[in-house]
């Protein structure tokens, strides 16, 4: 029980302290589609270079658009699945696409950006549970 707790403890320190965490952004160009193929593209290839010990597979992903004049919007998928980036049918892939096209209605002023950080649940238990 104790051993349970601890490595629990372990995993939410080594989250907080950024193990598994990797970060992109990019220029908003207010195209959804485009938009999203490019932070797709960024998240497939990132993915596949995690690692997926002892079954751990998940990650969580944080979006952030900042519309060039102070005002955040977010967008936040916690523990999904790789094969969620490749059916088109995937609710990440549907939630991203809307939220890029709700936005780029409101955003006009060109200077916008979308940030993401992405946590992969397999490297935070490599980390941990490998020592």
């Known amino acids: 029980m104790i051993e349970g707790y ?3 403890w372990r995993l939410s320190a080594a989250k907080r302290a950024g193990l598994g965490r990797y970060t992109n952004g990019w220029h908003f160009s207010g195209d959804p589609e485009t938009d999203a193929e490019r ?8 993915v596949a270079s995690c690692r997926r010990p002892y079954g751990f597979a998940s990650f969580d992903l ?4 900042e ?7 977010r967008l936040r998928f916690e523990r999904w699945e790789p094969e969620q980036l490749y059916r088109d ?21 060109g200077r ?7 946590s992969s649940w397999g490297d935070l238990a490599h980390a941990v549970l490998a020592n």
Request: aromatic fraction near 4%; avoid cysteine; glycine fraction near 6%.
């Open 89 to 109: 049918d995937a609710t990440l892939i549907r939630e991203l696409k809307d939220f890029l096209a709700r936005e780029a209605s409101r955003v006009s002023n």
């Open 39 to 46: 932070i797709l593209g960024w998240l497939r290839e990132t």
């Open 67 to 73: 519309d060039g004049a102070g005002r955040e919007r």
């Open 112 to 118: 916008a950006r979308v940030v993401a950080v992405l």
């Open 62 to 65: 944080a979006l952030q658009l």
């Open 6 to 8: 601890k490595r629990r």
